[in-house]
């Protein structure tokens, strides 16, 4: 009997482990934020090799809010409109870049000056949670960051 629990054990074993390779974050940054302001932006690569999913939130302790932003052209004109999302999918197989310019993260209601580096805690519908250091950059720091 312990012999056979042993193999189904075993057997088992590799299963979880497979099946743990999720989603994950890669180059997270945040844009130092000007003087006087209160409000930065981070950005990200999501790869998802798992099934469907759908990021619903970042957390930052460093900020009041954060939230998901798209940039996208405005209907009938030649001009670029920002609007906020309450999530955002992520199909198996898929990558989400936030990136300037197009989906990022806005933090608002910043607490002060910020570190070097801030925990950024991303939530997804599968109830995954990533928590990623992110570096806070300048811009032109930023620019040499995204292409190492």
């Given at each position: 009997?312990?012999?056979?629990?042993?193999?189904?054990?075993?057997?088992?074993?590799?299963?979880?482990?497979?099946?743990?390779?999720?989603?994950?974050?890669?180059?997270?940054?945040?844009?130092?934020?000007?003087?006087?302001?209160?409000?930065?932006?981070?950005y990200?690569?999501?790869?998802?090799?798992?099934?469907?999913?759908?990021?619903?939130?970042?957390?930052?302790?460093?900020?009041?809010?954060?939230?998901?932003?798209?940039?996208?052209?405005?209907?009938?004109?030649?001009?670029?409109?920002?609007?906020?999302?309450?999530?955002?999918?992520?199909?198996?197989?898929?990558?989400?870049?936030?990136?300037?310019?197009?989906?990022?993260?806005?933090l608002?209601?910043?607490?002060?000056?910020?570190?070097?580096?801030?925990?950024?805690?991303?939530?997804?519908?599968?109830?995954?949670?990533?928590?990623?250091?992110?570096?806070?950059?300048?811009?032109k720091?930023?620019?040499?960051?995204?292409?190492?």
């Open positions: 009997m312990r012999k056979r629990l042993l193999f189904l054990l075993l057997f088992l074993l590799p299963a979880p482990l497979a099946h743990g390779e999720g989603i994950s974050v890669t180059d997270p940054w945040v844009r130092q934020n000007p003087p006087g302001t209160s409000v930065t932006a981070a990200m690569v999501i790869e998802n090799p798992g099934a469907d999913d759908e990021l619903l939130g970042i957390r930052c302790a460093c900020a009041r809010e954060a939230s998901i932003h798209v940039i996208e052209m405005k209907k009938g004109s030649d001009s670029m409109v920002m609007r906020e999302v309450p999530s955002i999918a992520i199909p198996s197989g898929a990558s989400l870049a936030l990136s300037p310019g197009g989906t990022h993260v806005m608002m209601g910043l607490s002060g000056d910020m570190d070097k580096s801030v925990v950024l805690e991303l939530e997804f519908r599968s109830g995954a949670r990533i928590s990623v250091t992110a570096p806070v950059l300048s811009p720091a930023a620019q040499k960051h995204s292409h190492h």
